[in-house]
């Protein structure tokens, strides 16, 4: 059994077995302000792409929750010429007319879609069709029973929302094709209730409807195959891995689903003790391996305890692998027929602490990338803060900023193996002596102590506070022509100006091309 999971499993039974190491040198602080300079990180300008759908706010006409998220960068061509294809999440609010203007977009119809844009050579970016558009997109539908609306004693409306999506290209027995993989989760309907003044549904109350947030597979010759449901969102051909809750409370099954990751046969019983308290899973990654032939997809599991809290001690980054054969052993673009393998834990919480002295709790956020034929995984180490949570007064202003998951920007680390084999599993390269830190090739940060607009909030005084959401989500894919991007990333902050102000996320090149 690799050593680290073995220091996650005593750590989690209460015993202390390694003082953290130093925090990890930063290779590059990217700053928001900065228009040229070491620390330029420029913003990846999406041409056909607007950061406002065009839904007039009533706080100056610009969505309060709005920007590009979550990129996933891949080769991919075009009228035969070979470029690049990157995916992001959209984040929009339509700001809802019958919410209360003062709110500041709180009560608008929040949610998440996936697009993407190509591009020839890695700098100029279309989204205008045939070369981008939406991939996923939002749709309406009712909540299964037993989500009934308290106050009508109805079936709860809202819409599908689509986040934090993944793919990659595979060419198997002679066959060549996109799988892709993202996140659903289902967003009430806005709706006025009493004690909301500023509304009630959304993006912003998802999680009162945990169970549907639903990892999903899709296979396809095409990029644009991969949606191809009578709603145009690859729902009715993908295979649902996992729905959150299904293996604690049951309620993940009312919301359909496939093929559970939590209970297979190949886990392992002492693994399966810690996934069993895997509430829900988020920010899937692919893999293709030519030489096993393998799909691995990796995911990070959010623990918790039978309490309900977040244990970040649990929440491992866990491997899972298929051959993508149906029953005749014969390669299936129809994802509903692949069989999952468990491969194991990718890390630990111990491993977020080692690498960044004792600032993170846990890894998320995973993306592959090959790099000088080697294989890398960028992963964001996070803080949980358990003391509070985000809090907004009644004109939409940040005053409490504690309470959630902050971000500590993205670190390239080389991968050892993604297979299990006997009592070993998947790991990271690591350092040759104690505390057998993983091998950092880069790490990432963004500058946010420029100023305003930049992550500035304001307490109950109207002070101006720093509001820490940090960096991370990032995504690689090796130069193949001069220009190309390096390590994209995501920025997220609060926007406070006139007209401008909002939850606003933007993708950023860092420029960074991974250390050899």
Not at 230 to 237: F, H, L, P, V
Not at 248 to 259: A, H, L, S, T
Not at 280 to 305: I, V
Request: hydrophobic content about 35%; proline content about 6%; charged content about 20%.
């Amino acid at each position: 059994m690799k050593l680290l999971w073995k220091l996650a499993l005593a750590a989690g039974a209460g015993l202390v077995i390694a003082a953290p190491a130093s925090a990890q040198t930063v290779t590059k602080t990217c700053d928001p302000d900065a228009s040229s300079g070491a620390n330029h990180c420029p913003l990846l300008s999406i041409s056909g792409a607007t950061i406002d759908p065009g839904m007039a706010g009533e706080n100056g006409g610009t969505s309060w929750f709005r920007g590009f998220a979550d990129p996933a960068i891949r080769k991919h061509t075009v009228s035969g010429v070979t470029g690049y294809v990157v995916l992001y999440s959209h984040l929009y609010d339509n700001d809802n007319p019958d919410a209360n203007p003062g709110c500041r977009g709180e009560g608008g119809d929040w949610d998440v879609r996936i697009d993407y844009a190509t591009s020839s050579n890695g700098v100029s970016w279309n989204r205008n069709s045939p070369y981008g558009g939406i991939l996923w997109d939002t749709y309406p539908d009712v909540a299964p029973a037993p989500y009934i609306d308290p106050e009508t004693s109805e079936s709860v409306a809202g819409t599908w929302g689509m986040e934090t999506a993944n793919l990659v290209k595979v060419t198997k027995d002679g066959q060549s094709f996109w799988v892709g993989t993202r996140q659903t989760h289902f967003s009430p309907e806005h709706f006025l209730a009493e004690g909301y003044p500023c509304g009630w549904g959304g993006f912003k109350h998802k999680n009162q409807f945990t169970p549907s947030q639903k990892l999903l597979v899709t296979a396809a010759t095409t990029l644009t195959g991969l949606a191809t449901d009578d709603e145009g969102n690859g729902m009715e051909n993908a295979q649902v891995l996992v729905a959150a809750g299904a293996n604690i409370d049951g309620y993940g099954y009312v919301w359909g689903m496939d093929y559970d990751l939590t209970q297979l046969p190949s886990i392992p019983p002492a693994h399966q003790s810690i996934i069993d308290l895997c509430h829900w899973w988020n920010e899937p990654a692919l893999h293709y391996d030519a030489t096993s032939e393998k799909l691995f997809l990796a995911a990070h599991c959010w623990a918790y305890t039978e309490e309900g809290e977040y244990d970040s001690s649990k929440s491992h980054l866990y491997v899972f692998s298929t051959d993508m054969l149906d029953e005749e052993d014969e390669v299936s673009l129809d994802a509903k027929d692949w069989e999952w393998y468990y491969e194991g834990p990718l890390g630990s919480s111990i491993d977020a602490e080692l690498l960044t002295g004792s600032d993170a709790t846990d890894l998320t956020q995973i993306e592959f990338a090959t790099h000088d034929g080697a294989l890398l995984a960028i992963v964001t180490p996070q803080w949980w803060n358990f003391d509070g949570g985000v809090t907004f007064d009644e004109n939409g202003q940040v005053y409490d900023v504690t309470g959630r998951a902050i971000h500590l920007g993205c670190m390239v680390l080389e991968v050892d193996t993604l297979e299990r084999d006997g009592s070993d599993y998947p790991d990271f390269v690591r350092q040759g002596t104690w505390p057998y830190k993983p091998v950092v090739r880069d790490y990432i940060v963004a500058d946010y102590e420029s100023g305003p607009p930049w992550n500035e909030g304001y307490d109950g005084s109207n002070n101006p506070i720093p509001v820490p959401q940090g960096p991370a989500s990032c995504s690689y894919l090796e130069n193949a022509t001069s220009g190309a991007p390096g390590v994209l990333m995501a920025l997220r902050y609060i926007k406070t100006g006139a007209g401008e102000a909002g939850f606003v996320q933007e993708i950023r090149d860092t420029k960074v091309v991974p250390t050899p």
